[in-house]
């Protein structure tokens, strides 16, 4: 019978762990907000948003995560780039379907020190270390510097810097690379310019809605 890392051992115990612990989500945005009443992320420098939500997961859905995972198994993208590790829960998933495929390679870049150590140690822990990296710092510097052409790209941080990072990693974007942006109806308003962007045929893309949890966009590079 065929297999899937996903499915099995070690990475679907990584995954059902974190999922879990993930839980406590509403609770840690709940007890944020209260203590930063007002918050607008997008008037704070980056290292400031790593900084205060450092223990929040902020995970992809486990419907996303599969849904990764059969995109990237269809595409076999050579380079995925994930901006917005968190703990790796959506990077587990990508690096189980590059595995999958039998070639390619996960960039993951995350600002936020601990994260980095944690989505390190989970995708070690899943086995899939060897195919899946947590590149640390700021993605807009750090994603100006990756080797080669980007297949499948994943926009799953802070939603406002959406638009920039796709324009950073954009020359790079190989004919027909696909882009999923999430949480585009939950932050709609976050993520107006960048869904303006890529559903203006006159940028390169072709480009849709799914609706999947909180709101996909799936755009392909003409």
Same mark, same amino acid.
């Not at 115990?13 to 930063?36: K, M």
């Not at 189980?96 to 020190?113: K, M, Q």
């Not at 052409?149 to 406002?160: A, C, E, K």
């Not at 960048?194 to 709101?215: C, E, F, K, M, T």
């Given at each position: 019978?065929?297999?899937?890392?996903?499915?099995?051992?070690?990475?679907?115990? &990584?995954?059902?762990?974190? #999922?879990?612990?993930?839980?406590?989500?509403?609770?840690? #945005?709940?007890?944020?907000?209260?203590?930063?009443?007002? #918050?607008?992320?997008?008037?704070?420098?980056?290292?400031?948003?790593?900084?205060?939500?450092?223990?929040?997961?902020?995970?992809?859905?486990?419907?996303?995560?599969? #849904?990764?995972?059969?995109?990237?198994?269809?595409?076999?993208?050579?380079?995925? &780039?994930?901006?917005?590790?968190?703990?790796?829960?959506?990077?587990?998933?990508?690096?189980?379907? &590059?595995?999958?495929?039998?070639?390619?390679?996960?960039?993951?870049?995350?600002?936020?020190?601990?994260?980095?150590?944690?989505?390190?140690?989970?995708?070690?822990?899943?086995?899939?270390?060897?195919?899946?990296?947590?590149?640390?710092?700021?993605?807009?510097?750090?994603?100006?510097?990756?080797?080669?052409?980007?297949?499948?790209?994943?926009?799953?941080?802070?939603?406002?810097?959406?638009?920039?990072?796709?324009?950073?990693?954009?020359?790079?974007?190989?004919?027909?690379?696909?882009?999923?942006?999430?949480?585009?109806?939950?932050?709609?308003?976050?993520?107006?310019?960048?869904?303006?962007?890529?559903?203006?045929?006159?940028?390169?893309?072709?480009?849709?809605?799914?609706?999947?949890?909180?709101?996909?966009?799936?755009?392909?590079?003409?």
């Amino acid at each position: 019978m065929p297999s899937s890392s996903l499915l099995a051992p070690p990475a679907a115990n &990584v995954i059902d762990r974190l #999922f879990g612990a993930s839980e406590t989500d509403d609770a840690a #945005f709940a007890a944020f907000r209260a203590a930063h009443a007002g #918050f607008v992320p997008r008037e704070l420098p980056a290292a400031r948003l790593a900084e205060l939500t450092g223990d929040i997961y902020m995970p992809v859905s486990r419907e996303t995560g599969v #849904f990764l995972y059969q995109l990237v198994r269809a595409v076999r993208p050579r380079l995925v &780039v994930e901006f917005g590790t968190s703990f790796g829960i959506a990077a587990v998933h990508l690096a189980a379907a &590059v595995r999958d495929n039998g070639a390619g390679r996960v960039v993951s870049t995350e600002l936020s020190p601990s994260k980095v150590a944690a989505a390190r140690a989970n995708l070690a822990e899943a086995g899939l270390s060897d195919v899946a990296e947590v590149w640390p710092g700021d993605a807009l510097e750090t994603l100006a510097t990756l080797p080669g052409q980007v297949d499948f790209l994943l926009l799953d941080g802070w939603n406002h810097l959406y638009l920039p990072v796709l324009n950073l990693i954009e020359p790079g974007l190989s004919k027909g690379a696909v882009v999923v942006a999430d949480d585009t109806v939950l932050f709609a308003d976050d993520t107006a310019d960048y869904l303006a962007y890529v559903r203006d045929p006159a940028h390169g893309y072709i480009s849709s809605p799914l609706p999947i949890d909180d709101g996909l966009e799936l755009s392909t590079r003409l």
